[in-house]
């Protein structure tokens, strides 16, 4: 060990790589927020059965308009308009989750850090 208790490599030119990785790491932040803001006020939209079923969502995963074509609603078959409930409830949030995956990307270059999402 050097005098003064630290190693040689953690000298000043040491805190000054620290101080730019936090530097880094908060425009980092600042960027993932801006983007969640951003995908947050996005809107997501899928159908299904031909349009028998829509519906939209927000980045927010909340799900904003169902809509039903008269055509769905069976009263004999209750079962498969819930399916495409089911299925296109199901599709828009994969969509919102692939915009947010894909966001992510961007902003860390690809790299996978755990914890984020």
Do not use: C, H, W, Y
Request: glycine share 12%; hydrophobic share 40%; proline share 3%.
């Amino acid at each position: 060990m050097a005098r003064g208790g630290f190693p040689r490599n953690m000298g000043m030119g040491g805190m000054g790589n620290m101080n730019n990785m936090i530097k880094q790491a908060q425009k980092m932040q600042e960027e993932m927020l801006k983007a969640q803001e951003a995908l947050n006020e996005q809107e997501f939209e899928a159908s299904v059965g031909g349009g028998a079923v829509s519906v939209k969502a927000n980045g927010k995963k909340e799900i904003i308009e169902l809509k039903l074509s008269p055509d769905a609603v069976d009263p004999d078959d209750v079962e498969m308009l819930e399916d495409m409930i089911i299925t296109a409830v199901n599709e828009v949030l994969r969509k919102a989750d692939d915009a947010a995956a894909s966001n992510l990307k961007n902003l860390t270059g690809g790299m996978n850090i755990p914890g984020l999402f």
